[in-house]
């Protein structure tokens, strides 16, 4: 194996045990079809291993007894292992990494290639030494494909070795410890068979009826020596393994090629999940082509999304770590694929796979770098349109409410109970009234076209999805006699921790600021929506939406008379927030050290979280992370309320003493706006934390579950609208940095409104050179730079008027 550019690999040099499933989390190799967790080879699911592949889009309802009830989940399938192999020397056992002696170990994932390599050195409990290479990738140039390259040294013996490859179904969802006592068997037997060139294994989920269809093709050789046909097939219920018996001299490498094919009958243009493996498989060319393609592909990636730190190796090489991650989960593929963002990636089974608001902050990335994957992910959503009128419906709203949690199509998935691991005991769970996910779904969808100028999607899907979600906040802002404002009740906001107003007995508060100002900014944007609209288009969808010129104008008027609590310059977080309860925070953090989770702490001592001001995450800070401060502002000055950056740092600290960031995403937030008045060593200190929070677990073992996808987005997200300083909210351009002291300089590249733009940006100038055949104007603080074709310009900034 070639030396890898540290900066652009992850290594483990340690055989931990203890830690093994979250290196596996992190080690994960994807695609956006597929995601296949760095579980070693010869591994099984166990107290310390957890090998796990999963397809996007790929689901399954079961229901399992909880107590006196029966409980409904849906699941994101870990479907057969296509990644085992062991082997064994003549007369001894099969290796086990458990119980042999490990003499040296080394494991790195290459970022830049999306390949994951292992070299481990072993002595078995006969003795014998061997030294196990091995490379896997899932193919980012063919997105059914998967490959391993796994190698067999002798050192000190020699004879016949006996190879096992095979594809396991016998298998059950177990990636999450707190699932465990749950109905998670989702494969059925369809069949096991050998063809004249492969094993394949054919299985069903059982209640989705998805067919999954593995096939594995092998090469096996010592020098000259090959073997393509096993020396022994054995097959059972849902699993299927080829053993391979091969003469080895001490010293000698025998060499295991295995590629396999994944396919399902939920596949565009697959009506036949094995034909369609098969030909896979015999499209994929051998080892080498596919390992040539597969780094080809990468490397054209990585032209759209790379970006340089000077002054910082760690937060570059962190960073890449991140967008690696985002592109296993969601890829170009997405554009053939019906699926969302799970919030936890294609690399564990956490929150059952289900797609959150969370892709709020995915969304940036995507539409300035690949806007096909973010339109992708906004088709899912439209494609769950229909579902989401019903949801509304079901409740009495009009137009379209979207689920919390969402998986396979569109229904609510979120559980009405909840079990806290401090108390042992199952509660209520309002976590559904999070109707805020609709919110940002506009958000998305505003968004992508705004930065990319697709008008066609808004005309054809992009306007029917918020002018749905539009007519829905309205239906539900209504106007208060008293105050003559309008007030929306009945919903959570970002906060998790309340759920209810004190003392009620239904779940859901009233007047959440950040709920309230997003349903004013899409409204107006709603109203922005029609405008656009040819009328051709337009007067049908309205009259289909049953929006007519009444509706328009009521929501023009809630845009001016929304109701946002203001109590001694600082805003309300919700109706009442700030006349609930202080907590003493210094006697729970000496009681309990970790308070992330304060509410079950507080429930679990027999206490209302409900009745204390705290937060698990940003919540009125979530608006200054998702819109310019200059349009919160604007907002807020409509409705009469004057808001100074000033008043944006008052209420940050007052609400950062009252939040247990129990979230990941809470990190983010906070780092921006502390980046927004000026503060960049506070902000620095949250980005590191936040670069950290996977990496080093810091939610102790939330991570062996899966990666956190919107965490991974908000650092990239940081780097470049926070520290860069660039803002894409209008139609021109503008870059006004705020670096961390300690960085020198920030170079990267973003395509937005089509042109693509290379920007380098330090504390004294900015570089800028774009790809267009015209001259573009970009304004960096309140002036005005044209940029003329072709041609790489400096700005400094001691002269560009930069706020």
């Not at 989390?25 to 090998?51: F, K």
């Not at 997105?143 to 059950?172: F, K, W």
């Not at 349009?631 to 008043?647: A, C, M, R």
């Not at 073992?701 to 899966?706: A, Q």
Request: aromatic letters at 10%; hydrophobic letters at 40%; glycine letters at 8%.
């Amino acid at each position: 194996m070639d030396k890898l550019d540290p900066l652009w690999t992850l290594t483990y040099d340690t055989y931990d045990p203890e830690n093994e499933k979250h290196q596996e989390a992190l080690l994960t190799v994807g695609n956006g079809y597929m995601g296949c967790r760095g579980a070693a080879e010869e591994s099984v699911s166990s107290a310390h291993h957890y090998p796990g592949t999963y397809v996007a889009g790929i689901y399954n309802r079961l229901t399992s007894r909880v107590g006196d009830r029966d409980v409904e989940n849906e699941d994101f399938v870990n479907v057969p292992n296509w990644t085992n192999i062991t082997f064994k020397p003549d007369g001894g056992e099969w290796f086990d990494i458990d119980t042999a002696e490990i003499i040296f170990f080394h494991r790195a994932l290459d970022i830049r290639r999306g390949l994951l390599h292992r070299t481990i050195r072993v002595k078995q409990p006969d003795g014998k030494i061997s030294c196990i290479e091995s490379t896997r990738l899932a193919s980012m140039a063919q997105r059914h494909l998967g490959a391993i390259r796994y190698c067999v040294t002798p050192e000190n013996y020699s004879g016949s070795v006996t190879i096992r490859s095979g594809l396991d179904g016998a298998i059950r969802n177990e990636g999450v410890d707190r699932y465990n006592d749950l109905n998670q068997d989702h494969l059925a037997r369809d069949s096991e068979s050998l063809d004249s060139r492969g094993i394949v294994l054919a299985v069903k989920t059982t209640q989705s009826d998805i067919a999954i269809v593995e096939r594995a093709v092998h090469r096996v050789y010592v020098g000259n020596t090959e073997l393509t046909h096993p020396s022994k097939v054995t097959a059972r219920d849902r699993k299927i393994m080829a053993n391979f018996t091969i003469e080895a001299k001490e010293g000698e490498t025998i060499v295991v090629e295995k590629r396999v094919a994944i396919e399902t009958s939920r596949d565009q243009d697959v009506s036949d999940p094995k034909i369609a493996a098969i030909r896979s498989m015999s499209d994929g060319g051998d080892w080498d082509t596919v390992l040539r393609e597969h780094i080809a592909a990468w490397d054209t990636i990585w032209q759209e999304l790379d970006m340089q730190v000077t002054g910082d190796e760690e937060a570059l090489w962190i960073n890449r770590l991140h967008a690696y991650h985002l592109l296993c989960t969601a890829s170009p593929f997405n554009a053939e694929i019906d699926a969302g963002i799970p919030a936890r990636g294609l690399h564990g089974e956490a929150y059952r796979g289900h797609i959150f608001w969370d892709e709020i902050f995915v969304f940036p990335i995507f539409n300035l770098h690949f806007p096909e994957i973010a339109k992708a992910l906004l088709m899912y959503r439209y494609h769950r349109l229909d579902a989401a009128r019903a949801y509304a419906k079901q409740h009495g709203y009009h137009g379209a409410m979207f689920p919390w949690q969402s998986g396979s199509d569109g229904r609510e998935e979120t559980q009405v109970v909840h079990l806290n691991p401090v108390s042992g005991k199952w509660g209520d769970d309002y976590s559904c009234l999070q109707r805020h996910v609709s919110l940002a779904i506009a958000y998305n969808t505003w968004q992508y076209v705004h930065m990319t100028n697709d008008i066609k999607f808004l005309e054809e899907y992009g306007a029917e999805m918020i002018l749905s979600i539009a007519l829905f906040w309205s239906h539900l802002c209504q106007l208060d006699a008293k105050t003559q404002r309008y007030s929306i009740t009945g919903v959570m906001g970002p906060n998790e921790f309340h759920e209810k107003m004190p003392g009620a007995d239904k779940g859901g508060l009233k007047d959440n600021a950040y709920t309230n100002i997003m349903t004013v900014w899409l409204l107006e944007r709603a109203c922005e929506v029609i405008k656009i609209l040819p009328p051709k288009i337009g007067e049908p969808l309205l009259q289909q939406l049953g929006i007519d010129e009444q509706e328009q104008v009521r929501w023009l008027d809630i845009s001016r008379r929304m109701f946002v609590g203001v109590k001694h310059g600082l805003i309300d977080q919700y109706d009442g927030f700030l006349d609930l309860q202080e907590l003493d925070w210094d006697y729970y953090r000496e009681k309990y050290g970790d308070i992330g989770r304060m509410d079950r702490l507080l429930k679990a001592e027999g206490k209302d979280p409900d009745a204390y001001q705290l937060s698990k995450q940003g919540d009125l800070m979530m608006l200054f992370f998702v819109l310019p401060f200059q349009t919160v502002q604007h907002i807020l000055d409509n409705l009469g309320i004057p808001f100074t950056k000033e008043d944006l740092r008052r209420n940050y600290e007052y609400y950062e003493k009252r939040t247990s960031h129990g979230s990941t995403l809470s990190l983010g937030v906070h780092a921006h706006i502390a980046c927004l008045f000026g503060d960049t060593e506070t902000a620095a200190r949250w980005y590191h934390t936040a670069l950290h929070a996977d990496l080093g677990d810091i939610q102790g073992g939330t991570t062996k579950e899966g990666i956190h996808v919107a965490l991974m987005a908000s650092t990239i997200s940081l780097l470049l609208f926070a520290f860069a300083g660039v803002d894409v909210s209008g139609d021109t351009l503008k870059i006004n940095p705020s670096l961390p002291p300690a960085w020198q300089d920030i170079a990267f590249s973003i395509t937005f409104l089509g042109i693509r733009y290379s920007i380098r940006v330090s504390a004294k100038e900015i570089l800028v050179k774009t790809e267009t055949a015209a001259t573009v104007n970009i304004k960096v603080g309140d002036t005005a730079v044209p940029v003329p074709p072709g041609e790489e310009i400096t700005i400094p900034l001691a002269t560009s008027n930069k706020e």
